[in-house]
């Protein structure tokens, strides 16, 4: 008997959780939300592009090289491939002229620097790989 007056009031109590609804217990509050977008402000400057070049003959190829493995291996081969390929070109490697170059920049005045001392060589198209 007592078992069963046991159960009977456990019943009432699970009945009395399913009666009474949750939301009850609860306070109710305004939910505020801000939206933020991870993107950042992207400013995009309109730039002016040098005329394509239409031919390699009589010009000087620069070769820039990241510093990741095997990039200098693909620049070596293209300046074999200018040399044999294409008559008078001026095959310039940056990674031997100017090693500091040949590192990953990871700030815009680094980059810059860098781009100033590949300029310095003359260029009249630079071929850059970056590899892995």
Known sequence: ???????????????????????SWAKEAAQRWELVNPEGVVRILPM????RISALEGKTV??????????????????????EKVKDVK?????EMVPET???SHSTEKGQEYAKKLLSLNPDIVIAAQAD
């Open 102 to 104: 040949s590192q990953i």
């Open 1 to 23: 008997m007592k078992t069963r007056g046991w159960m009977i009031s456990l019943l009432l109590i699970m009945g009395g959780f399913i009666a009474i609804p949750m939301t």
């Open 48 to 51: 002016n592009l040098p005329p």
């Open 62 to 83: 620069v070769l820039r090289w990241n510093g990741k493995p095997n990039g200098n291996i693909l620049l070596d081969r293209i300046a074999e491939l200018l040399a």
């Open 91 to 95: 095959v310039v490697k940056a990674y």
